[in-house]
Each structure stands twice: as structure tokens, then as C-alpha cells.
């Protein structure tokens, strides 16, 4: 089996597969990804592959630039959305908005 390209934790997978989320933020050890790209999808908790999607755009934002719309991709509140990137990234402020549509 081909290993897959990104993951997601788990709770984030039936928003990606309804299309309720449709960005990823992420820190610069995956800022590489480009428009275009086609990546297998996993879960990260244990990397089952679970869908394709494609890079459909990609640009950086900090903590402070995170607006109501990001918050809407990510199908969760502005005031959610800070605090799951903080938890994930904490002392981070640099992050690369990944947009995405399932294939």
C-alpha cells in the first residue's frame, strides 16, 4: 500500500469527507505542498488512508491574521480554530493555509 502524503486527526475526518473542511493549517515542516498537488489522505492517529484530495491553493497567515472566513473552512468558531492551532503548534506564529477539495 502507498504510504499516504498528509494526515488528519481523526475527529477532522467526516468534515473533509462531507466537505465541511476544506483547509488545513499547518506549521513550515509542511509548507512544501503546492497547488495541484494530489495527496492520499490519513488518519493521524493510526495513518489509515481514508481519501484523496487535491491542493486547490495554498498562502501563510499568523495567529493574529486568522479571520472569520479560515474559521468557516475549518467548519469550527474563529475563537475554536486559535485555540486548536495553539494546542497543536504552541510558541508558533508562522502557519501555511492549505486549501483542499476531496477527489
Known sequence: MAPNDITFFQRFQED???????????DAS????????VLR?????DDVYFCTIEVTG???V???TLTD????QENMTLRQLRTVIEEIYP????????EFKCL
Not at 472566513?69 to 468557516?72: C, E, M
Open 69 to 72: 472566513t479560515h474559521a468557516q
Open 62 to 64: 499568523t495567529l493574529d
Open 58 to 60: 495554498t498562502s501563510t
Open 91 to 98: 510558541g508558533q506564529n508562522q502557519f501555511y493555509v492549505i
Open 30 to 37: 509542511e509548507s512544501h505542498f503546492k497547488t495541484g498537488d
Open 16 to 26: 473533509i469527507l462531507a466537505g465541511r473542511k476544506t483547509i488545513t493549517i499547518r
Open 41 to 45: 489522505t490519513g488518519r493521524y492517529e
